[in-house]
């Protein structure tokens, strides 16, 4: 996993939450009892944001779809890049591949779906 230097001089931005934010994070908590305190974290700015969640994490998506977040997965991701012209399809098969490699359960119909097109 990149350094988060090296993630936010790419672009990223660290955010912050409020105090209140942080209690509706323990009130997640406790009605969600399989995400972590990190990813509830995230949900709770993808919310307040009205931005897309992005997980693979199955309790994530879960919760997020019952709080109205608007919830992605890498594929998904990685089909706006191709269809955005940012990576080619192969770019796409070949990180696809990469992740497999490492461990990732990726939903295989949709991996070899991507993989064919190439």
């Known amino acids: 996993m990149p350094e988060g230097d090296l993630l936010v001089s790419s672009g990223l931005r660290v955010q912050e939450l409020s105090g209140s934010q942080v209690l509706t994070v323990l009130d997640f908590a406790e009605r969600y009892a399989r995400p972590s305190r990190e ?8 919310r307040d ?8 994490d199955a309790s994530l998506r879960d919760a997020a779809e019952n709080e109205g977040v608007r919830v ?3 594929i998904w991701l990685l089909d706006l890049m191709v269809g955005h012209g940012i990576i080619n399809k192969m770019d796409r098969a070949t990180s696809l591949k990469l ?11 949709e991996v070899r779906a991507r993989l064919d097109e190439v």
């Open 49 to 56: 944001l009205n931005a897309v969640l992005l997980t693979g």
């Open 39 to 46: 990813d509830l974290f995230a949900l709770v700015l993808a």
């Open 72 to 74: 992605h997965g890498v």
């Open 99 to 109: 992740m497999l490699r490492c461990g990732s359960r990726l939903p295989c119909d």
